[in-house]
């Protein structure tokens, strides 16, 4: 809503702050933290939601990445851009939702011919743990991520736990990427 927002950090290295400027339009972004680099990422990502029911929400957004080109040969930073343009609807309940959306990637000037669809859902099974997936799933691609974690929450902060598998990938060794996530949300109480 209006007047909220939320702070998180994403597998340490990728803080994020959103904030509702309105009851339907979000304005969030951050940029990298990794030790070393000599440039980080910047992204941003706005999103509005025109439609909010009781059990059905439709969104529309944005995420914009900034890349700096660290190979530049001149020693200038070149920068280029990637990101996606999606939309996304969630039909549901504090209990138990599904999350449906499509969204078509752009880089160098150009954006993608095929959409990446993105299937989720999440359970809740107690006042402070929900169960969690989200899955990327890529036409014309022999590999498809998929995920599966626990989330633990109260009233402003909340952990993410999940694993990522890229299925139809021949991974050596352990064939997970874990996925940490930690978030904290602000704003009027009314």
């Known amino acids: 809503r209006g007047g909220h927002g939320y702070f998180a950090v994403y597998e340490i290295f990728f803080p994020f702050i959103a904030y509702g400027l309105t009851d339907w339009l979000i304005i969030a972004g951050g940029f990298t933290l990794v030790p070393g680099a000599s440039s980080q990422l910047l992204y941003l990502a706005p999103k509005i939601t025109p439609i909010q029911r009781e059990k059905f929400d439709l969104s529309a957004g944005v995420l914009y990445i900034k890349i700096p080109d660290w190979d530049d040969d001149d020693g200038d930073d070149e920068v280029n851009s990637a990101g996606i343009l999606y939309g996304v609807s969630t039909y549901g309940t504090e209990k138990a939702a599904l999350t449906l959306g499509i969204g078509f990637a752009f880089g160098g000037g150009e954006i993608a011919d095929k959409p990446v669809f993105v299937l989720g859902g999440e359970l809740r099974s107690s006042h402070t743990i929900k169960f969690i997936s989200e899955n990327w799933l890529i036409p014309d691609s022999d590999v498809q991520l998929l995920s599966a974690g626990i989330r633990f929450f109260g009233e ?27 978030a904290y949300n602000f704003g009027s109480k009314e």
Not at 158 to 181: I, K, Q, R, S, T
């Open 156 to 182: 402003n902060i909340a952990a993410d736990f999940a694993f990522f598998y890229p299925a139809g990938a021949d991974p050596e060794g352990f064939p997970f990427l874990p996925w940490v996530g930690f």
